[in-house]
């Protein structure tokens, strides 16, 4: 075989040797498959309206949705917190699955355990696995807390982690006074942002509930299921600082996910202090960052007595200053002239690059909050956007979009596909193209389809590096925001010009 210690190739290159090429024709013949010509009839096909019609009339079967299920955002909501362990009721492969898809993602080592819950549990119930999981995980990895949400399975079999939890610290599995928030996370409904919010709803009560409230001058923010937590997050401190308001990031994820190269592994590193959670109850009022997708939250917010303000992914001009007005308003405190610079500065690259952005047609698909952020964007550059794919679409995110795109002449051709997936998108890029497809890795399929130029914004970025560094909110992550757009937009404009083209020009 052409692979060895000696010289070690990527499978891009391995797959290509002579070795490997005998043995995918060899697998061809053994499965019978069907002729090349024959293949590329029906790809083809499945690219025409009428078949967009009959895919559009499927109701009962979802193909390649762009959203993931409750408990990977149940881990992300509580690795937030200082010392502690994500833990899920349910299998060894759920839980794996989650620590791949966020290591794939932020490339760093992602600690949650399960109970391991196997054919037994599910006929019998979990309680067993609970109470040995619970000591397990406390004895072995020392945490401060530990945060239970559920899977299919726990959910199907009807396990209450109340009760379960109660009946763990009555056995000594761990201390009674050690501190277990929990969420039911059934992943058969909704999507990761709705497990972020009900984990972090789960939090909160636990911090809370019980605590007399006495306001103070501070105020929450949170960034909701968000995979550029890491550098949002620290984007969203700064911006505070400078205008120097006191606060607390409830379920902080910055340091979690982006742990240095030290010499030393830190199981826990990062989070939201416990005591700094639970003081947080006397803020005035909490910023979501993604109100959508924390709607649970902030009703509890609320309910407490303090006021909740909901955002959408303050990315661009008029997404930033709805927030900084929103804490300027809860604290008092003024817009200083150093952010009006850098407001000024967004406003001004727009500018620069406005010929090369007017009228350009998007396609886009994610999470509801990031699509407003996104789609307001694209509105505020002159760009068109004409497909919006929601998979994981709420009623309140409907009514939001169309608000939007009916505020701007920019938006009159859009059209919301809210509950679509995206095998609809294939056919919604292949009936009516556009310029440019915005969306996460998983759009790179529909990028080589229908050759449709791919900006990967959203979560998951697999198969790139570090995106999730650089800030999308912001003024300074509208800037990034707008550099990748016009990175591919400049991109495509050049290999269109292979053909030997005069406009193959240095400036642009």
Known sequence: MAQSAEKVLDHSALFQTPEYKELFERK???????????????????KTWEYREIN???EVLTINPAKACQPLGAVMAAAGFEGTLPYVHGSQGCVAYFRSHFNRHFKEPVSAVSDSMTEDAAVFGGLT?????????????KPKMIAVSTTCMAEVIGDDLDAFIKTAKDKG??????????AHTPSFVGSHVTGYDNMLKGCLTHFWEGRERKESASININGGFDGYCVANLREVKRLLAEMDVEYTVLSDTSDVYDTPTNGEFNMFAGGTRYDDAVNALH????????GISAAKSAEYVEKVGQKAVSLHCPIGVAGTDAFLMAVSELTGKPIPASLEL????????????QAYLHGKKFALFGDPDMLLGLTGFLLELGAEPVHIVCTNSTKDFVEKMEQLLAASPFGQEAK?????????MRSLLATEPVDFLIGSSHGKYLERDTGTPLIRIGFPIFDRHHHHRFPIWGYQGGLNVLVKILDKIFDTLDASTVDGSPSFDLVR
């Open 416 to 424: 919301l596909w809210p509950g679509k997936d995206l095998w609809h």
């Open 173 to 182: 599995s761990i201390p009674k006074d050690f501190p277990v928030p929990f």
């Open 129 to 141: 696995n609970m109470v040995d999981g619970l000591a397990n995980a406390y004895a072995l990895y």
């Open 28 to 46: 061809r013949v053994f499965e019978h498959t069907v002729p090349v010509d024959e293949v590329k009839k029906t790809c083809d096909w499945t």
């Open 342 to 353: 850098e407001r000024g500065r967004l406003v001004d690259a727009i500018a620069d690059s």
């Open 283 to 290: 803020a005035k009022g909490t910023i979501f960052m993604q």
């Open 56 to 58: 559009f009339s499927r």
